[in-house]
């Protein structure tokens, strides 16, 4: 196999060219050379994607079995359309990470690859289209990510496929959601919790998801697949295996989501992995696993990522890590209320 991977140098990028190298395939990598460095055994091509000369001469290093792209996510669907056009005669396949949030119902109601209806935008967006609603969905991300697809399908019909992740964890993540708990976990103490400790969560570990990427590049699949973790773990398990491999004597403090909303806890970033809606980690992912997804268990990813993180961890600098994560005066003033 010979593929491209734009980006290819933090986190997903990275794990799917150092699974397709661990393979013997031959790899090109395409970025800017800003945000990491290229992996021993790629052919690197630095350029920016966004500018059609750039991706004129990444075309002539061509032709590739397929191009795995983890690098439109902060892309306007134009520029997406941009790359497909311009390399959909230099590969056959195009693999496209994608989001849960391409979908109208997410995260009010559970989901499946089926669930209608896809949020709708233009293939030539300049990044202007779409919306976010008063309680948080949809969101113009969405829309943004819902027009990629569309310029993906347009350029490479039948052989594109669409992976929509949820929550990604593992090591390397840039966003900071686990290793806030990690890090949360091992200053010790009461440590406010999300109740339900019942509530089942489904991130999926970066390797996974890398993994399953290079198997559809390889593959003859179609269409769109969920990559959630199909068992998940429960919210309780999590933050106990968080205390476990920090080796942390702290004790979680299960607060109500009423109480959480009352001291205007922000869902999803201030306790990050909390958020009430029914459908957020009610997502399906069967037709993954039928085409070949298969997921460790999230404590795996929980002491690989701490391994990782304690060995002096260090992320690509990213602006949401700064979002994730209570307070510590906060935090305390609402365990003292209970």
Partial sequence: MRILVMGGTWFLGKAI???????????????RGRSGVDAPGVEAVHGDRTVQEDLRKLAQRGPWDAVVDTSSSELPPRDVLLATTTLAGRARRWVHLSTVSVYEGWPHEPLTEDSPP????????????????DNGSPTKYGFQKAGGERAVAEAFGDE?????????????????????????????????????????????????VATFAVHQAAGTGRGAFNVTHPDGTSFGDFLTECLRVTGSDGTPVWVEPDVLTEHRVKQWTEVPLWRTHAGVWSVDARRAVEAGLRCRPIADTVRDTWKWWAGDGRPVDHPRRAEHGIAADKEERIIASL
């Fill in 17 to 31: 060219v150092e699974t397709a190298l661990a393979r013997g395939w031959d790899v090109t990598t395409f970025n």
């Fill in 160 to 208: 594109a496929v669409f992976l929509r992740p949820g929550v990604i964890l593992g090591p390397g993540e840039y966003v900071g959601r686990l290793p806030w708990w990690l890090e949360r976990a091992k200053r010790g103490g009461r440590m406010l919790a999300p109740a339900p400790a019942e509530q089942r969560i489904q991130p999926v570990d970066v390797r996974d």
């Fill in 118 to 133: 896809l949020l709708r935008c233009p293939a030539d967006d300049d990044g202007s289209f779409g919306y976010t609603g």
